[in-house]
C-alpha cells in the first residue's frame, strides 16, 4: 500500500489538507485539487490509484464527475471513495450506483473507516494476479459484450455493428472490435462493407504466439465510416468447416487484452463455442422481437443460460422492432421471458435496409431520426452498465 498515488478532491481547504497531511503521514503519495473540474484534469493527466473525494463539489454535479470518470478508460477502474459531508441515503445510493466504490461520512469514525477502505481496495487490487505489461501498449482489460437472440432475422448483427460505432463515436481515443462469430456464414462484414481477405477462419489458421494484439492493431480492417476494427465472420458454410473452434477462446482472450471494447455477434448459435463466451462476459445483449414465437423462444435460452448460471443483471434485453408494429407489448414480452427490457429499437421500415445496404451506420445515414438517438443513449448505458458490473 506503502507509496501508492492518491487525489483528493474536495473544495473545503481544511478537509483536504486535513487529508492530505494525514495520508503523507502514511507514507501515501497525495495528489490534491481543489474542484471537481480540476480534479478531473489531474485524474486523467496523472492516473492515481485511488480518488478519495467529496461529491458535495460545487462546480460539477456528483453525478457528472462519476460518469466522467466511469466513462473515461484511463479512471474507468481507478477504486474511487466518497469521503462525504452529505449522510443522505440518497446520495449515497446514486454514488454506489454509479461506480463508486465505497462512501463514506465525515464524521468522527471517517478516518478509520477510510483506513479500513483503503486496506480493502489495495489489498483487492494486489491479491489479482497481473500480467507483464508489453513496453509498446498498455495491456488492456476490454470489456466483452456478446450479443445474441433465440431466432434469426431479429437484427442481432445490425445492432451488434451500429452499437459499437456509437460506442466508438462516443469515446474516440478507446479502441473499439467487433468480431463476427456467426456460423457457418457471417453477416456483419456485409453490413459495414468490408470485402478483404482476414476473417475468422485465416485468423484461426495462423499459429497462436503470431495472432497477438499487435497482429489484431495493425491487420484488422476498419471499414469505411465505421469507426471501430472488424474480424469478420466465416465467408461460406466450407470454410466454416475447416474452422479450429478450439482457438476462438485464445482469440477473444487476445482481442480483450488488445482492446477497450470487444463486441462479438454470437447470432442464434448458443453453440459450444459461444457458451463460455457468454459466461466470461460482462454484458450480455439479448436481441429479441416481438413476435410470440421469438418470445417464446428466447424464453428458453434464457431459462438454459440462467442454468449455466449466468447472472440475470449482467442481461441487456433489447426489444427490436425489425417487422412492424404487430406482436405482444414490451410488457407482455417482459413477463414472458422473465427479464426487464432495456431498451425498445422502433421499426425503421425499409431505411434500416437501405442503410445496411448502402454500408452507412444509421446515426450517419439518419442522423436525426428517433433510432440514432436511441442507439447513442443505449450505447452508453450498455458501457456504464458494464463498468458497474465489472466494478463489483
Ligand atoms: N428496427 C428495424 N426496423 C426495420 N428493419 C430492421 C430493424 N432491425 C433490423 N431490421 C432489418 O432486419 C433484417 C435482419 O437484420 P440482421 O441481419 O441484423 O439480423 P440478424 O438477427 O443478425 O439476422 P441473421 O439471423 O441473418 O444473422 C435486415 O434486413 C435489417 O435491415
Ligand atoms: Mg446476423
Request: with cysteine; net charge neutral; charged share 20%.
Amino acid at each position: 500500500m506503502v507509496g501508492k498515488a492518491i487525489l483528493i478532491v474536495d473544495d473545503n481547504p481544511a478537509s483536504r489538507n486535513f487529508l492530505a497531511s494525514h495520508l503523507r503521514g502514511k507514507q501515501f503519495k497525495v495528489l490534491e485539487a481543489p474542484t471537481g473540474k480540476e480534479g478531473l484534469i489531474v485524474a486523467w493527466r496523472d492516473a492515481p490509484d485511488l480518488i478519495l473525494f467529496d461529491p458535495t463539489l460545487h462546480d460539477i454535479s456528483d453525478q457528472e464527475f462519476i460518469q466522467k470518470l466511469r466513462n473515461d478508460p484511463r479512471t474507468a477502474a481507478t477504486p474511487l471513495v466518497a469521503l462525504s459531508t452529505d449522510p443522505s441515503p440518497a446520495r449515497r445510493d446514486v454514488c454506489l450506483h454509479l461506480g463508486v466504490n465505497e462512501y463514506l461520512v465525515k464524521s468522527s469514525r471517517a478516518i478509520p473507516m477510510l483506513e479500513e477502505s483503503l486496506t480493502r481496495l489495495f489489498d483487492l487490487e494486489t491479491s489479482t494476479p497481473t500480467i507483464s505489461k508489453p513496453v509498446t501498449e498498455p495491456q488492456r482489460n476490454g470489456l466483452l459484450m456478446v450479443f445474441l437472440s433465440a431466432k434469426g432475422g431479429t437484427g442481432t448483427s445490425s445492432l451488434c455493428a451500429n452499437l459499437a460505432m456509437n460506442i466508438q463515436q462516443k469515446q474516440p481515443e478507446a479502441r473499439v472490435v467487433v468480431a463476427d462469430l456467426v456460423l457457418p456464414i457471417g453477416s456483419v462484414g456485409q453490413i459495414v462493407g468490408e470485402k478483404g481477405n482476414i476473417n475468422l477462419v485465416t485468423v484461426s489458421d495462423l499459429p497462436s504466439d503470431q495472432t497477438n494484439a499487435d497482429y489484431f492493431h495493425k491487420n484488422l480492417p476498419q471499414p469505411n465510416l465505421w469507426l471501430f476494427q472488424l474480424l469478420p465472420g466465416s465467408p461460406d458454410p466450407e470454410q466454416a468447416n475447416s474452422l479450429k473452434g478450439e482457438r476462438i477462446g485464445q482469440i477473444v482472450d487476445t482481442l480483450c487484452s488488445a482492446y477497450d471494447f470487444v463486441l462479438l455477434d454470437l447470432g442464434r448459435s448458443l453453440s459450444r463455442i459461444g457458451l463460455p463466451l457468454i459466461q466470461k462476459a460482462d454484458l450480455i445483449i439479448l436481441i429479441v422481437s416481438t413476435d410470440q414465437s421469438t418470445i417464446q423462444l428466447t424464453k428458453t435460452i434464457w431459462d438454459y443460460l440462467q442454468a449455466q448460471g449466468v447472472d440475470s443483471q449482467k442481461i441487456y434485453a433489447i426489444l427490436n422492432r425489425a417487422v412492424g408494429l404487430e406482436g405482444l407489448t414490451k410488457s407482455q414480452a417482459e413477463e414472458i421471458i422473465g427479464l426487464p427490457i432495456k431498451t425498445t429499437l422502433p421499426y425503421m421500415g425499409s431505411n434500416f435496409a437501405l442503410a445496411n445496404n448502402l454500408n452507412q451506420p444509421i446515426t450517419i445515414k439518419y442522423a436525426t431520426d428517433t433510432a440514432s438517438i436511441i442507439f447513442k443513449s443505449t450505447a452508453e448505458d450498455m458501457v456504464s452498465l458494464a463498468r458497474r458490473l465489472r466494478a463489483r
